[in-house]
């Protein structure tokens, strides 16, 4: 795999929003490849984030795609919304939808890349039945709601398990689903991380809490770190 196949995805959570379209545009700048953002209802889980106008200010901010994160229930409300605002991607959690199944159609309806989100204690099966209209598998290595949590190590054997998943329908469809992990993903992790079968990478504290406020230019250092071990994998 070379280096590009690996995409990093800060999440936005962490950064500083009172300077979102900077926080945006400085991370790009610096090397990372997707905008991770985190769509948090109080509900589905116990916090709350952003919605579909922050999404639509941050657009012309950046080409980079914007990765949409939805922890929220109902989710099939939100879709075209953020479809309109500027999504790139779309992924949900299956618990908090009545029918995944659609919800994957939608997504794809409204021109987006659609995915499923797994959380710590969620089975894999859910993917099962609904490969063909999958572009992203994220797998939680925190539990969903907060940013800055610790990895959880038996994600690195799940992530195994999707990984022979991914790679058994690659062989039989000719198609790549991509398998993203988000939560507690560091330098002194990343590597490991990638070798358990991850090829996108999301990473709110680790990149937003580097460096001095007033520096343009303070994620370059930890965006090259995260490539550089990613190299190593
Ligand atoms: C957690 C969010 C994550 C979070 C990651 O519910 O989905 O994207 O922001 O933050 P870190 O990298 O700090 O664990
Ligand atoms: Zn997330």
Redesign the pocket.
Known sequence: MTRRDFLIAP?I??ANFAKLGEEVVNVIASGADWI?F?VMDNHY?PNLSIGPLVCEAIRPCTEAPIDV?L?VRPVDRLIPDFAQAGADIITFHPEASEHVDRSLGLIRDSGCQAGLVFNPATSLQHMDYVMDKLDVVLLMS?N??????SFIPATLAKLAEARARLDAYERESGRRIRLEV????KVSNIAQIARAGADAF?????VYGAGQDSDPHRYDSVLAALRAELGRA
């Open positions: 999440s959570l962490s991770h985190d889980v994160h922890m925190v969903p709601g907060f940013g800055g949590q988000d939560g507690g993903v999301v990473a709110g504290s680790a």
